[in-house]
């Protein structure tokens, strides 16, 4: 089968590797869409990898099943949690499977998902209903559960407005979520590319962050059209990690708002504690999501109608990966996917 794999500063090799055999408690899926990450950018530039095939948003149809499963069949559908927890221990008993001690990353501690095939624990499969596709399944597994878990943690209200700072994949989805969750959503980012994109998702409103009114214009948005409903955004969701960004985020809350700071990003003194002090705001850190929220956002895609394919703007074959990871890398596009099967099951409602 066909594997991509990062081999420092930009580069990267499609090779032919021998299909996996699932171990004890996994399933081998048949990859049908793996999108590229955030974070996937950040291995790729550096110059020590891991030397996996690369990939952490597996979604595909179970093609074989391990000793020691129980619960998934051949030809089942599912997403997987990138984090593979180690399943025993304390903090995997409540689903915050990042925060285990032995936690095994798909794609970094073992064979990732852009490829035909990869191998993941039964426990991480999560069903895909019929009318959710493979491409949300890939958007469950990482950039749309982590949406899912900022606003999970913030314990929002649907009248309210939310601003989502930064537009990529992880934006994009926070921007999904929260017009389906029923929100007034204004999105923010430097490049044109990704506030159409943001446009294209449902934001309310799209901001150029460059621009010096940025946080008057989020403000005016929050007070609502009226001017009079708050003064200004309920929530904020930083997913740029850009500092340039943080440094907006308690101007734009209004009293007594509550942010989430999901972006990895440096560790730049942005935050004033008087300021929060000032504004009586609420600021979290949310990273990744646990693993039965998964599970919630299967329901909440089958019930609710949201799918992330809007934030979708290129996707490719393995073989053309430089060019994909290329695309990525610059930045002004949404989710880039790889389909490594082509376009879908044959027979599926789901194109995707
Ligand atoms: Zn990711
Ligand atoms: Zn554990």
């Not at 982590?146 to 990529?168: D, H, N, Q």
């Not at 990003?265 to 504690?273: C, L, S």
Request: proline share 5%; hydrophobic share 40%; net charge negative.
């Amino acid at each position: 089968m066909l594997g991509v794999v990062f081999t420092g500063n930009r580069q990267l090799e499609v090779r032919e590797f021998p299909r996996p055999e699932p171990g004890y408690g996994e399933v081998r899926l048949r990859i049908m869409a793996t999108g590229i990450c955030g974070s996937d950018l950040h291995v790729y530039r550096a110059d020590q990898v891991p030397g996996q095939i690369a990939g952490h948003e597996p979604s595909g149809v179970v093609d074989a099943v391990g000793p020691g499963c129980e619960r998934l069949q051949v030809g089942d559908r599912v997403s997987a949690h990138h984090h593979q927890g180690c399943g025993t221990c304390h903090q995997c008993a409540r689903g915050e499977v990042v925060a285990c001690a032995r936690d095994q990353v798909v794609g970094v501690a073992t064979g990732g998902s852009f490829a035909e095939y990869c191998v993941v624990k039964e426990r991480n499969c999560v069903p895909l209903p019929d009318s959710v596709s493979f491409t949300d399944g890939a958007f469950m597994a990482c950039v749309g559960g982590t949406a899912w878990g900022a606003y999970k943690r913030l314990g929002i209200w649907p009248w309210e407005s939310v601003g989502v700072f930064g537009l990529g994949p992880v934006g994009l989805s926070c921007v999904l979520v929260g017009k389906a969750l029923g929100l007034r959503v204004a999105g923010m980012d430097v490049l044109p590319e990704r506030l159409e994109v943001g446009r294209r998702c449902g934001a309310d409103l799209v901001v150029d962050g460059a621009c010096e009114e940025a946080v008057a214009a989020l403000r005016e948005f929050g007070r609502g059209p009226a001017g009079h409903w708050a003064d200004g955004l309920d929530y904020v969701i930083e997913t740029s990690g850009a500092t340039a960004a943080r440094e907006k985020v308690i101007p734009s809350l209004r009293r007594e708002g509550k942010a989430a700071i999901v972006g990895v990003g440096q560790y730049d003194k942005v935050i004033n504690p008087g300021e929060i002090h000032g504004r009586a705001c609420t600021l979290l850190g949310s990273v990744v999501f646990h693993l039965d929220w998964s599970w919630d956002l299967a329901r909440f895609l089958a019930t609710s109608g949201l799918s992330f394919e809007p934030a979708v703007t290129h996707r490719f074959r393995l073989d053309q990966a430089e060019e994909a990871l290329r695309l990525a890398d610059e930045g002004r596009c949404g989710k880039v996917l790889f389909l490594p099967h082509g376009p879908g099951e044959v027979g599926h409602p789901c194109l995707s």
